[in-house]
């Protein structure tokens, strides 16, 4: 009898002490970060000192620069920059635009070009305008009612969905290909609806491509605030014959060096399987990509630290990796997958941070059902820190280039609702990010990073030809 108490003490005892080291080790890295996080200082340097972070601009070369320095001040067994050509698009002088209800009555505008947009006329362009609500109504109307007009996409993001990301999903086509299908039609140029859930005056850029069109066929594309699309979608309704005048003076230059900025810490028992977590350093030139990405960056530098600090010596090299050219290219993540494959290295799990420094809520992951299972058994560890959302879904535009078989990705997810109000932004500032949320992502992450790391990824079964 007393023998099978034993027994039966040990098998319940020892998943407790197993678990009880965990809910330790977590409850360390909460505490360091919410009082000797470093990630909000890094933030507000990066902010408020170096500003927008366009690829390929005097900006983007310092804050690869200053956050290699914060990186070698942290001790780590490695740190370089990896060399990457991106493009260099510059937006110019500021856009103008105006609505004329008739000759000699306007009504100014805000609008910004989108990015990757060729430049309008130097005097500008003012034509009518043919509103449409995305890129299928295109066809519906025909040339003869688009030829010469500027066409006005005014599809909203749907408020009713609850995932802001979905409903960005929703209507992204428009900014990003909008011009391409227009200019099919004979259309003198774009105006798209910002990404924006709220009605305010701040037009939201983004990236846009042009396919195959020739470069001399290429029509100007802007963004207008929501504000603004509401003005000029109503007054259409009143005044069909009223015409829209944009001006702006950008340019795509040649490709330029820049680089994805690198940390590492070597593992102790698998150094070469490789862990990394980051975000991009580039960012849009309207405000100073507090929350896209430069929150993404210092969590995710911070992640190192807090690992180190904390007294927690990984099993796997793990690394921090701030990418280049998210926002209009995907350099950087391609050439840092790129790099990885030429040196044959073993990537196990990817963690990525581009979503804004609100407060956290989960992870979504990309990965086997086992390992989704996994890091779901987990869910009690972060129910303290009010962490529930595990669910499979998407890991990340710069880490989804590594993904392999096998390979585990996962995104941060903090709460979205405010995300789209500052995204791509002149409103996208420093002021903007709460302290204490940033930090708890980082402590978010740095969790997740310690599990994986203490437990391993469960390898993919592999069927029998």
Known sequence: MRTTLLLAFLMVSTPFFSQSEDEKQIKAIYDEALTNGKAYDWLNYLSNQIGGRLSGSVQAQHAVEYTKAQLDSLGLDKVWLQPVMVPKWVRGIPEFAYLETKPGLSTNVPICALGG????????IKASVVEVKGIEDLEKLGRDKIAGKIVFYNR????????TFSAYSGCVDQRYAGAAEAGKYGAAGVIVRSMNLRLDDYPHTGSMGYGDTPVNERIPAAAISTNGAELLSATLKLNPDAKFYFKQNCKQLEDVQSYNVIGEITGTTYPNEIMV?????????LGDGSHDDGAGCVQSMDVLRLLKETGYEPKRTLRVVLFMNEENGMRGGNKYAEVARN????HVFALESDSGGFTPRGFSIDASDENVNQIQGWRDLFEPYLIHMFYKGGGGADIGPLKEDGMVLAGLRPDTQRYFDHHHAENDTFEHVNKRELELGAATMASLVYLIDKYGTIPTKKIKG
């Open 117 to 124: 947009s060729v430049a309008t006329p130097a005097g500008g």
């Open 343 to 346: 040196k044959n290295e073993q």
């Open 156 to 163: 909203p993001m749907d408020p009713t969905l609850i995932n």
């Open 277 to 285: 977590v980051g975000g991009h350093l580039d960012s849009w030139d």
